[in-house]
């Protein structure tokens, strides 16, 4: 059964700091890993998509990479801005099905 | 292109009552998968469906039930409600051809709760 964890949960900095954020899988049978940001009481934002053949995807201030042998994924953001500011998730979908699985989540604060 | 989009984006109900509730997918999108959002189990899969075909489920008793249209518009229902049931219900498509596992995109969600 596929667990997937997060670390930190929770993540306070000041404005333009570089900052890391770990996602954890114990199933290395995955399709792709999704990461995802979502501000409160709101839907979810796809930020990154990465395929299990690929090992890192970039997008503007953000950077995914994927080991999947290893069973992790980072999620990179360059020059924090209080903008950036909501819950970060990781999903990871199985190939023995169609499920996906969502990390709990890591909620950050960048103060101005 | 416009996103995916729920309705209603707000419910209130009271136990034992059902509960229908929307989505419409992204233009050309043929997959739309449910999940249940609370403070105390994150988010949680409900069920995936393809070309109207039902193609996973999650842990979820069979009070949740879900169809998708030809349109592949899609409904999920939930019976004789609990407490629950309180949650923001997600809706989320992507394009999947076949086999391939696409991107997912989100809507807003709806908020039920459940009194």
New interface residues.
């Given amino acids: 059964k596929q667990e997937v964890t997060q670390i930190p949960a929770a993540l306070s900095v000041p404005e333009g700091e570089n900052l890391v954020l770990n996602c954890s899988f114990t199933d290395s049978a995955i399709y792709n890993l999704q990461w995802f940001r979502q501000d409160p009481g709101k839907g979810l934002t796809s930020l990154l998509l990465i395929q299990s053949s690929q090992r890192e995807q970039t997008s503007g201030r953000l950077n995914a990479s994927l080991d999947k042998s290893s069973g992790r994924s980072t999620l990179y953001i360059a020059a924090s801005q209080p903008g950036d500011s909501a819950t970060y998730l990781c999903a990871v979908r199985g190939t023995g099905g169609f499920k996906t699985i969502f990390g709990a989540g890591t909620r950050l604060f960048v103060k101005a | 292109k416009a996103g995916?989009t729920q309705t209603p984006r707000y419910l209130i109900k009271t136990r034992g009552q059902q509960v229908t509730l929307s989505c419409s997918p992204i233009s050309g999108h043929r997959s739309v998968?449910w999940?249940q959002q609370t403070p105390g189990q994150?988010?949680?899969?409900l069920f995936?469906y393809?070309s109207e075909t039902q193609?996973?489920k999650?842990n979820f008793p069979g009070r949740f039930s879900g169809r998708q249209f030809s349109n592949s518009r899609s409904e999920m229902n939930v019976s004789t409600l609990e407490l629950g049931d309180s949650a923001?219900y997600?809706c989320?498509s992507s394009p999947e051809s076949g086999a391939i596992?696409?991107?997912?995109?989100?809507?807003?969600?709806t908020?039920l709760t459940v009194l």
């Fill in positions: 995916v998968s999940y994150g988010l949680q899969f995936e393809f193609r996973n999650g923001l997600l989320a596992l696409n991107e997912q995109f989100f809507g807003p969600g908020r």
